[in-house]
DNA sequence: AGGGCCGTCTCGCTCACCGGAACAGGCCCG
DNA sequence: CGGGCCTGTTCCGGTGAGCGAGACGGCCCT
């Protein structure tokens, strides 16, 4: 909303890079177009990605062209929409194309077994963000979403990254306060430390009711080729007839596999 | 490989515009850098890039600074790869999101049905795109992946596509000539045509080891709210297991529920 | 017919971008 | 040892790509 500091000076007296996100790079406003669609917009007309971004209309319109016949952009009357090439590119990123090729038929095999949610995760920030989602039909109200981000101190998955993860990582978890997401989630830095090293102790991180009332989730790490932790692979189940322990020794046994799975694709990186 | 026309010219005496793909406009040098890196490369040097773009290595350099810095690419070592936002933001993409999350429990059912590879996929260009691939341990040699593209006259998918998408479509198909992918591929247009008829007759478009020798894919169209066709799913096994009525059973109910809950969840549009 | 949206297009100024060239480090080979 | 040859990084002056205020026409409301 604030256009500009101070409306009164003369803008060239103002501090040059502006303190805000915005860039006067070609790629800075591209960016801010891009980003403006938000995880649940469909399509956004011009003015309003002008509105959102706060680029002059003029270069939003010249810079959508580009994007359009690019393919990153797409467009239905006037109406701009995310385009199929942005997918397309997004699924050659390595770093989660190699993972989630390894591990999507276990997936498949423990949600056969299990019939509840699988998540594959891996750390990115200070966040886990999700890689793949098995699931049935199960209608809840704010599902998981492939490529969504969670905290890391209310999921199983993200103790399971705390506990195994680089070891300054916790560090800098509880540097900031941790955000009660339900009643139950834990907020305070001491008990948190506990519960990771429960987790280093048996070998894989729970969750019960901290990320969503009536139910829990049971995560287990993956190692890559180096034994470096690289990824963590989950069971969530509503709390009624969640199998704790049948959970924990099938993720053990698919954990190994995909392990064995990985260092056989991947020569040693990452 | 040919750097420069003529290596004796003075390069400000060449044509200015330089006939060839590349763009002067910074999203063209962009472009072309994010889309140096191809389906299987993992990381890249800068030198690779400058080589593969053709751009020049100062401004490769800069922007890949700014890209480093968005998340777009990441970095380890002096190797560049693409960064997990463009995982993120491709995850956006509302065509491919919509679809996905209305097929994928059904896909989950179709695969514990049959034990068979199920894909989802949309009509991209004048080719199959698949947004969507449920499979097991299978390990065939060239697997089709997400996000991997198809021609439509030798694909189940495409053929459903074909017979019930738009009129245009197989005009624009035939125009060019048809590759043939495997011995049993139709390359004819008059018998493409043919089995496009029997595909809009019978409701299903089928396709035995025309993609790859020793399976058959039976596929079914998706409809959206207004009626028109959005996407095709389909059924991929080894021929000599392949039950065809089973698959095509199973598809229509299937086909139905999806169409169902697109409508439920989508107002209207696409 | 007026006011408020919307998307589109023009046009001269100017600053972000460009890219040749120089630089620093690693590696192999003579 | 030193001289190629390969990396990735930095500098800097010239310039044209990009900029954005503003004008314009179409559409839907009052």
Redesign the interface.
């Known amino acids: 909303m604030p256009l500009i500091s101070s409306p009164l000076s003369d803008p060239t007296i103002a501090f040059p890079p502006e303190p805000d996100g915005a860039a006067n790079?070609?790629?800075?406003k591209?960016?801010l177009i891009?980003?403006a669609?938000g995880?649940d917009d469909?399509?956004l007309g011009l003015s309003e990605i002008v509105r959102r971004t706060g680029v002059a209309k003029a270069s939003v319109h010249r810079?959508a062209q580009?994007?359009l016949q690019?393919g990153l952009l797409?467009r239905?009357g006037s109406e701009y929409?995310?385009?199929?090439r942005?997918?397309?590119?997004?699924?050659?990123?390595?770093?989660?194309r190699?993972l989630r090729?390894a591990a999507?038929?276990f997936m498949?095999?423990l949600?056969?077994a299990t019939g509840e949610t699988i998540h594959l995760a891996v750390l990115?920030g200070l966040e886990v963000?999700y890689?793949e989602k098995?699931?049935?039909?199960g209608q809840v109200s704010r599902p998981s979403?492939?490529?969504g981000r969670m905290p890391l101190h209310c999921t199983a998955t993200g103790k399971a990254l705390l506990a195994f993860g680089p070891g300054a990582l916790f560090g800098d978890v509880v540097a900031e306060p941790l955000a009660r997401v339900t009643p139950r989630t834990i907020t305070v830095p001491k008990l948190l430390a506990q519960e990771i090293q429960q987790a280093r102790k048996v070998g894989y991180a729970i969750e019960q009711e901290q990320t969503r009332t009536g139910y829990l989730s049971v995560a287990i790490p993956l190692t890559g080729a180096t034994g470096t932790m690289v990824a963590a692979l989950s069971v969530t189940a509503p709390t009624f007839r969640a199998d704790v322990n049948k959970y924990v020794g099938l993720l053990t046994m698919v954990s190994r596999r995909i392990t064995k799975s990985i260092m056989a694709a991947d020569g040693g990186?990452?």
Chains 1, 2 share one sequence.
């Open positions: 790079s070609v790629l800075g591209v960016r891009l980003e669609f995880p469909e399509s810079l580009e994007l690019w797409e239905r929409w995310l385009g199929m942005l997918f397309e590119i997004g699924q050659r990123v390595p770093r989660q190699i090729e999507r038929p498949e095999d949600y056969q990115d963000i890689l098995v699931s049935g039909h979403r492939v490529a990186r990452s």
